[in-house]
């Protein structure tokens, strides 16, 4: 029964009652000022270009401490890929566009997203204390960081940060590499895996009973009484978010280089997960910079943890949780497994961001198998998240309603449909083995 126009759910009961629900947001302006508000601060295109810089300036040296590396001259990218055979069993038929992956599932060094945002803000800290100490010239060579008298300095600092796992590798890798000491924070859903991962590095892993909020708190406190502990801020940093950002230019070469173009008659749709934010606001926010109005950003979240689409909902002058909601924050996708948005990335997204769009646990592993199974990609639960978007544009009463709204459906044929799979590299075989059996356990059935 199609429900009738006064009794349809809105989307505050559906998020309520933890069912998928797509919002679209009203906020969203065509035209991006040239700097936008964050908080207390402002960011622009220079910041994304200084991230850009940096990547370069540390290459030769990222080349030298990771092996890894060493084919892509020190350079962290992954891949675009079609993703042909998989858009129809997601729900797009040949004149909805077509899917495309940017496989962040396969970043090298952290494999996830967070080898970017993570990664940027451990080199800035390196960078400015290499500078400070005379390490390294202004506009020099790098790799004279790799030397034992730069390293010892650094192995006087420490970075630490709290995670539900992921950033903490990226950042627990990163700081080590460079001779920092680190300590990461870890949530109660942090899986074993990753632990083990960070002590076989010489990471300090600290694990908390409480969720990702309670781990950032206390990494957040115990690092304030330390002057020589950086404290990477998953809730307030800029830094992360300029790393994120720097995705988009090189986005837009590859997007270039598979010959697809973005502009009004070819709109481009980009699903990304979003945990507390950060990393999808901050490619959001890059890639609005680079190609304009055109392309159409929606994050994606697990239903029983929308803390973005609570906080959007909400406007800046809230901060719910989505235990306010009655949700429980329980979820497989542990990437997303934040129960309060962070206001910095909510505020950057009020006039960038298209929508926010929720998924089901059961979903994400049907997902994660469809994947494996006709594309061959190995994605963790997290990173399915953004193959729902397809069907939530074009298969549902919200979404279709949006497209006719912003004059979309007629370019639909002519469309790219960007499925963000930000992690699963390290994801042990076993692991996955059952990830991927669950998933075509649900599918089955
Ligand atoms: C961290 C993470 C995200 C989302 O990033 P946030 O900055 O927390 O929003 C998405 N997918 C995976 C696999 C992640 O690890």
């Not at 239903?303 to 235990?323: I, K, N, T, W």
């Not at 990609?377 to 998240?385: C, D, F, M, Q, V």
């Amino acid at each position: 029964m199609t429900p009738t126009p006064d009794t349809a759910p809105t989307v505050q009961d559906r998020l309520r009652a933890a069912q998928p629900c797509l919002w679209t947001n009203p906020g969203r302006q065509a035209e991006v000022p040239p700097r936008l508000s964050v908080g207390t601060a402002t960011v622009g295109v220079d910041d994304m270009q200084s991230a850009v810089a940096r990547f370069g300036r540390f290459a030769g040296l990222l080349a030298e401490l990771f092996p890894e590396l060493q084919a892509s001259g020190g350079v962290i990218e992954s891949p675009l890929v079609a993703a042909p055979a998989l858009g129809q069993p997601l729900g797009l038929d040949a004149e909805q566009g077509a899917l495309w992956v940017k496989c962040d599932h396969l970043l090298p060094v952290a494999g996830s997203i967070k080898a970017r945002g993570g990664i940027h803000e451990v080199l800035e800290f390196a960078e400015t204390l290499a500078l400070q100490h005379g390490l390294v010239a202004p506009g020099g060579d790098y790799r004279a960081l790799a030397r034992p008298e730069a390293r010892a300095l650094l192995g006087r600092y420490q970075v630490a940060v709290g995670s539900t796992g992921n950033l903490g590798l990226s950042i627990g890798v990163a700081a080590s590499s460079l001779g920092f000491r680190a300590a990461v924070h870890m949530s109660a859903d942090a899986k074993e895996w990753k632990k083990e991962r960070l002590r076989r590095r010489g990471v300090e892993v600290v694990e908390h009973a409480g969720d990702y909020e309670q781990a950032v708190a206390a990494g957040r406190a115990q690092a304030a009484s330390d002057p020589f502990c950086h404290f990477v801020d998953d809730e307030r940093s800029l830094s992360l978010l300029q790393g994120y950002s720097a995705a988009a230019p090189a986005l837009q070469r590859q997007l270039a280089a598979a010959g697809i173009t973005v502009d009004a008659m070819h709109p481009l749709f980009v699903y990304l997960p979003c945990g507390v934010g950060g990393a999808p606001a901050g490619i959001t926010f890059g890639l609005r910079q680079v190609l304009g109005p055109h392309v159409h950003c929606f994050f994606a979240e697990p239903v029983q943890s929308p803390c973005f689409l609570a906080q959007m909902l909400a406007g800046p002058h809230d901060h719910p949780s989505v235990y306010d909601w009655g949700l429980s924050n329980q979820t497989e996708a542990d990437g997303l497994a934040v129960p309060r948005a962070s206001l910095l990335a909510a505020s950057l997204m009020h006039p960038l961001l298209s929508g926010v769009y929720t998924v089901q646990d059961a979903t994400l592993f049907q997902h994660l198998a469809l994947a494996h199974d006709t594309q061959q990609l190995r994605i963790e639960p997290s990173a399915a998240a953004g193959f729902s978007g397809p069907g939530m544009l074009t298969g549902t009463l919200a979404g279709c309603a949006w497209l006719r709204a912003q004059g979309l459906e007629a370019h639909l044929p002519r469309a790219t449909h960007l499925a963000w799979t930000t992690g699963g590299l390290f994801v042990p075989d076993t692991e996955y083995d059952r990830f991927l059996q669950r998933g075509r356990e649900a599918t089955s059935r």
